[in-house]
């Protein structure tokens, strides 16, 4: 009896729980059957099978959305100018001075009178305007144990377009010195022409002779300073021109100068006149005797 009773208990108790667990069990197959094998969403109404033919209405076509706008193209920047490369400096490949400085001087040079010299400045670089070029001049005038004075000679300066201007002139030992800036801007590869005028006072001393004129350019490094000599003369005359020795020795070639007599043994033409007469006077007597002849 007592065995009975705890089978009893036993089977009362498992009975409900077992019932439970057999219902739990096929709930649960079928939840994760569900998960495993989705049911799909039915089509829409659009898409039901049309009744009688079995076929079914294509899916209206979406609309085509609207192309968004292609945003402008920004504007591309102006290429910044290449900076040109500048010209070669003192100590660079290829240098050579800024500027180039020309002189035209005369070989001949009358004192009392004006003579002109062109000087000509041309600014050889390819890149660098130069602004007002000054140029510098050195003046001699020597001769023997003598040289001039600043108030011994005018000096003055001309550029295209503009007046003649006096220049002042310095003592520098025994030389005399000038210098003046050209107005304006020297282009690239462009020149311009100084006229420059020298007058040498008559009253300067005759015993000088010799001169020269050297003029260069300043702030201007490794340039050829070039010195042009010339000869200081007399005047020939009032309103002349001093002659050129091409000049003078063609004068002495043409028209010699006589500086004596031939010698014929006298200092005089006596003994010429005398024997002259005599002779006319033989011939006369000739006359006479030949018609006194001819006569008889």
């Known amino acids: 009896m007592p065995e009975i009773t705890s089978f009893a208990r036993r ?16 709930a649960a197959a079928g939840t994760a059957h569900a998960a495993d094998d989705p049911t799909p969403t039915p089509p829409s109404s659009s898409a039901a099978p049309t009744p009688g033919d079995g076929k079914t209405t294509p899916t209206t076509k ?13 504007a591309t920047p102006t290429k910044a100018a290449t900076p ?3 010209d070669p400096h003192v100590g660079e490949p290829g240098y050579k001075p800024w500027l180039r400085l ?3 001087v005369p070989s001949t040079v009358t004192r009392g009178k004006t003579f002109q010299s062109r000087l000509t400045v041309t600014n050889t670089t390819k890149y660098n305007d130069r602004v007002s070029p000054q140029l510098a001049i050195l003046l001699d005038l020597t ?12 000096v003055g300066f001309k550029v295209p377009g503009k007046a003649m201007q006096t220049l002042a002139v310095t003592q520098e030992g025994q030389s005399l010195h000038v210098d003046f800036d050209i107005p304006g801007t020297l282009r690239v590869g462009k020149s311009i022409t100084v006229e420059l005028s020298v007058t040498i006072k008559a009253s300067v001393s005759t015993r000088i002779t010799n ?18 000599p010339f000869k200081i003369v007399a005047p020939t005359g009032p309103g002349t021109d001093t002659p050129t020795s091409k000049t003078t020795k063609d004068t002495a070639a043409t028209d010699p100068q006589v500086t004596e007599l031939p ?26 005797t030949v018609r006194r002849r001819t006569t008889r």
């Open 11 to 26: 089977f009362a108790v498992g009975t409900p729980v077992a019932v439970l667990v057999a219902l739990a069990l096929p």
């Open 62 to 74: 979406a609309p085509t959305p609207t192309k968004a706008p292609t945003p402008t193209k920004a």
């Open 84 to 86: 040109k490369e500048d």
């Open 102 to 104: 020309a002189a035209d």
């Open 143 to 154: 001769g023997e144990n003598a040289y001039a004075k600043p108030d011994d000679v005018t």
């Open 211 to 228: 001169g020269s004129l050297k003029p260069w350019l300043v702030r201007e490094v490794d340039q050829d300073v070039v010195t042009h």
């Open 263 to 288: 010698r014929t043994g006298s200092a005089t033409a006596l003994p010429l006149t005398v024997a002259g007469g005599a002779l006319v006077l033989l011939g006369g007597g000739a006359l006479v």
